[in-house]
């Protein structure tokens, strides 16, 4: 910030501005190397000469601005003058004087002298009510923001306002988080890339290592999934592979079940032997062979999906997570099926959640992301790969996945609802062999659903009672699904797994993993339940 002497009236002429000297600062040494900066947190003293003295003017600005800066801007330092945030701690405290830390030079000492970094000064006293009020506290010299503020109590209502009611990183009166496009942020000097680098203040720096409107979807998620620290990544399998190259050592080993996401088996079998790392392949209710694997090998991880994909088995998350950390074991639960509405993981002893966000959380089938909820230190050392690897999220696919989980609780509400009544249709029906829902006692693992669920999920697989053509002839019959892989969105989708996920295996090769030709899995969207219920009732008529 430039430094300049002038001649201070008692009032600017600017409406609702006003300058007034500081006591600490009057009479203070000119020349030397006095002149000091601070980081975003303490703020910056400028001096001015009022009445022949030597002063700081601080400038009163009116009450919205003062709000804004002093709740919401420290958390973006680049993007605010450091200056501007003083003047809103002196407006909101006028009483309170400058620390004596903060002593200035003359502006020619200022002009010719080097900068000299100084230690962060807290701001003691600063919005205590209205930081207590919108869940603020402070770690050192940076001020965090709760992500679940105390009068936000339900899921749905945390969906809606986590992460930006009560202030986010970015200074704007606007009601919907705006989007920030940029591929790196600027310092203003030498000085304060130094400060950055040096730890005494924070900031954004390159596009890849954070972004304000990503950071909002991050505070979101964790909001809702109870978490201390979340990581958006470009995609799902991105957040997963990251996750495993980030906690599995090279000769390590991991324990995962036999249903799963066929893309993450494949980084398994495939990718993970070239660095040395081994894989024991369970059944999702193979309590015994957990406890075998982690008492014979060393174990880095437990990583599976609850419900699985295709045929949605349950794991017990609360005991598998007892068995793994009496090892040192960490155990990571890909949520997709679930949703954080439906099973909280990390309340059920899980150290760390994966999701798809392209499914349930964007919602809109619009959108590519993922993302790992967690422990602080767990995430940042995942965080610290991928900021090498890349992946990072485009802030405008962070803006779709904010407005997609507005609506989160009612949709996941709907689909539930349809999900759950068309699986006791489709179970009743004579042309369907068999369905897979944990909602349904005849699930084998029910039981453990009704235990750590609240809902069980939009997404029924049930087989057909026929082949492979009588198969493809009902998926053609129905009028709403779009037939196209993934799940979670408005729209139902429907696919025939040995067709969409499987073809490049012989009937052979896909029946080792259980899919049959007549299998299909069917998502169903935010349709009107009858409307719903007839095309299925229709289509399986047809064949």
Not at 142 to 168: C, I, M, Y
Not at 516 to 526: A, E, H, I, T
């Amino acid at each position: 910030m430039a430094v300049s002497s002038f001649q201070c009236p008692t009032i600017f002429s600017i409406p609702s501005f006003q300058c007034r000297s500081d006591p600490d600062l009057v009479g203070s040494p000119i020349g030397g190397s006095s002149r000091r900066r601070f980081n975003a947190t303490a703020g910056m003293s400028s001096p001015f000469t009022c009445g022949g003295r030597m002063s700081s003017t601080i400038l009163r600005f009116p009450p919205n601005f003062v709000r804004q800066l002093s709740i919401k801007a420290r958390r973006n330092c680049s993007n605010i003058g450091v200056a501007q945030i003083v003047a809103a701690k002196w407006s909101n405290n006028p009483s309170s004087g400058l620390p004596a830390a903060a002593a200035a030079s003359s502006a020619s000492a200022a002009a010719s002298a080097p900068a000299a970094a100084v230690p962060p000064v807290a701001l003691n006293g600063v919005d205590e009510e209205v930081a207590a009020a919108e869940g603020i506290r402070e770690i050192g010299s940076v001020q965090l923001k709760d992500s679940k503020p105390s009068f936000l109590s339900s899921d749905g209502s945390l969906a809606v306002h986590a992460g930006e009611r009560l202030g986010r990183g970015i200074v704007t009166d606007a009601i919907t988080t705006p989007v920030v496009n940029t591929s790196a942020y600027h310092f203003k000097n030498t000085a304060e890339l130094l400060d950055f680098k040096e730890k005494r203040s924070v900031s954004f720096e390159y596009g890849r290592y954070g972004n304000p409107t990503t950071i909002v979807l991050e505070d979101k998620i964790s909001a809702l999934e109870g978490a201390e620290s979340t990581l958006v990544m470009a995609s799902g399998m991105c957040a997963s592979t990251v996750m495993l190259l980030a906690l599995v050592p090279a000769g390590g080993h991991i324990v995962t079940t036999t249903d799963c996401y066929r893309k993450t088996r494949i980084f398994m079998e495939n990718f993970l032997p070239k660095m040395r790392i081994t894989v024991t392949v369970i059944d999702p209710a193979d309590i015994a062979g957990l406890e075998a694997a982690v008492n014979n090998y060393q174990v880095s991880l437990f990583f599976t999906e609850s419900p699985t994909n295709p045929f949605l088995r349950c794991v017990d998350i609360e005991l598998v997570s007892e068995i793994c950390h009496k090892r040192g074991t960490l155990v990571c639960i890909d949520g997709t099926f679930a949703t954080p509405l439906n099973q909280k993981a990390l309340a059920l002893g899980a150290d760390l959640v994966v999701h798809s966000l392209t499914k349930y959380i964007g919602g809109h089938n619009d959108v590519l992301g993922g993302c790992i909820c967690g422990p602080l230190k767990v995430v940042s050392e995942i965080r610290n790969l991928h900021h090498v690897l890349g992946g990072t999220l485009n802030p405008n696919a962070a803006y779709l996945m904010i407005r997609g989980m507005k609506t989160l609780h009612l949709r996941v509400q709907q689909q539930n609802s349809t999900a759950s009544r068309m699986a006791e249709i489709l179970e009743a029906h004579p042309k369907v062999s068999h369905v897979y829902y944990p909602g349904l006692a005849s699930h084998p693992e029910h039981h453990i659903a009704k235990r750590q669920m609240t809902g069980f999920g939009g997404v029924v697989s049930f087989e057909i009672d026929g082949d492979i053509e009588r198969t493809i002839k009902f998926v053609d019959s129905l009028k709403i699904p779009y037939i196209a892989p993934s799940f979670g969105g408005c729209e139902s989708i429907v696919d025939q797994p040995a067709i969409m996920s499987y073809w490049d295996l012989t009937q052979e090769e896909r029946l080792k993993y259980g899919i049959k030709d007549n299998l299909v899995r069917f998502s169903f969207g935010v349709e009107d339940f009858e409307d719903v219920k007839a095309d299925v009732l229709q289509a399986l008529e047809a064949i």
